[in-house]
């Protein structure tokens, strides 16, 4: 079992920037691949990003390319989001979620079996 727990949201200016963390309890997070998603208001939960459970495979939704980046920190048992150049349109809640398959960089949900609560992120014009 796995607990993770976002932070970091807020409210930023368009072309600003936010890191989102997402702290994870137990011993076993390196093992894991870890995701994240983001859900705007009345559209469906979208892949933003991944990592491998080294840090060795990265992959991004192509509309966040350049602007953000998925790090980790396994010593810390913490999974970062840095994102810059924020736009109106990254506005959402966005959820940290653990993947059993370590090596994995899927964008399929149903690859993720534990999930945080989300953070709101929202960015102004």
């Known amino acids: 079992q796995v607990q993770l727990v976002e932070s970091g949201g807020g409210l930023v200016q368009a072309g600003g920037s936010l890191r989102l963390s997402c702290a994870a309890s137990?011993?076993?997070?390196?093992?894991?691949?870890m995701g994240w998603f983001r859900q705007a208001p009345g559209k469906e939960r979208e892949f933003v990003a991944a990592?491998?459970?080294?840090?060795?495979?990265?992959y991004y939704v192509d509309s966040v390319k350049g602007r953000f980046t998925i790090s980790r920190d396994n010593a810390k048992n913490t999974v970062y989001l840095q994102m810059n150049s924020l736009k109106p349109e990254d506005t959402a809640v966005y959820y940290c979620a653990a993947a059993l398959r370590g090596y994995s960089v899927s964008d399929d949900l149903k690859e993720y079996r534990y999930w945080g609560q989300g953070t709101q992120v929202t960015v102004s014009s």
């Open positions: 137990g011993r076993t997070f390196s093992s894991y691949a």
């Open positions: 990592i491998s459970w080294n840090g060795g495979r990265t």
